[in-house]
Every structure is written in structure tokens, then in C-alpha cells.
DNA sequence: CTTCTGACA
DNA sequence: TGTCAGGA
């Protein structure tokens, strides 16, 4: 895997690289940030910090756009996915203990 | 780099 | 509605 481990949550990108890394503008990401859909690191400074999370949530964003949805559907898709992922993990746990 | 506003399809 | 261009 990497070298230091996986914190993959921590900012790390600025938006120019960010974008130009997930083929989208700058103001793009900004705009996606105001609807809710990201929120990145910002430094001292306040400039944002787009971690390796942050980049797979924005490609995952371009998926859900190309399939149409708009910007507030993918806001509720993205919240339904996240809880679908906690209560597997739970579901997976309780199945562990045999009940 | 930031936020904001207007134009376009 | 989402994206982009330009200004402050």
C-alpha cells in the first residue's frame, strides 16, 4: 500500500491540482462545496486542502451527474449511501455474535 | 487563492 | 440546472 499508511481523509490537494486531477474546474469544485455535497480541510489561511477521500467522492459526483440525477438528488444519494455502509457494517458485526 | 455575479445551453 | 468567465 502507501508508505505512511492510510489517511487518505487528509487534505492534502489544493483546488487547482484537485480539479485538474478529477477533470473538473476549480469553480466546480467550489460550487459543490456550497450545495453541501464536499467539505474539504481549509488551511490557516483558508484555502481549501481536497484529501484522496475528497477526490473519489467528486468522481463518484461525475457519475451520479452523467446518470442525471441533479446536484440536490446527489446530496440525498450520497447521505443514503453512507448509512447503507454503516448499517451493513453493523449488520455484519451482529451476525459475528451469532444472536 | 477567495467570494460573487451574469451569461449560456 | 450546471458550468464557466470575469471582476473585486
Redesign the pocket.
Known amino acids: 500500500m502507501g508508505p505512511s499508511a492510510a489517511d487518505t481523509d487528509r487534505g492534502v490537494y489544493?483546488?487547482?491540482?484537485a480539479a485538474e486531477l478529477v477533470g473538473?474546474?476549480?469553480?466546480?469544485?467550489?460550487?459543490?462545496?456550497?450545495?453541501g455535497l464536499l467539505e474539504?480541510e481549509?488551511t490557516e489561511g483558508?484555502?481549501?486542502r481536497y484529501s484522496e477521500d475528497d477526490l473519489h467522492r467528486l468522481r463518484r459526483?461525475?457519475e451520479l451527474?452523467d446518470d442525471g440525477?441533479?446536484?440536490?438528488?446527489?446530496v440525498m444519494v450520497l447521505g443514503l449511501e453512507r448509512d447503507n455502509a454503516r448499517l451493513q457494517a453493523t449488520n455484519t458485526r451482529l451476525r459475528a455474535r451469532r444472536h
Open positions: 489544493g483546488i487547482s491540482v473538473m474546474g476549480p469553480q466546480t469544485l467550489r460550487l459543490y462545496e456550497q450545495r474539504p481549509r483558508g484555502t481549501r459526483i461525475g451527474l440525477l441533479n446536484l440536490a438528488g446527489i
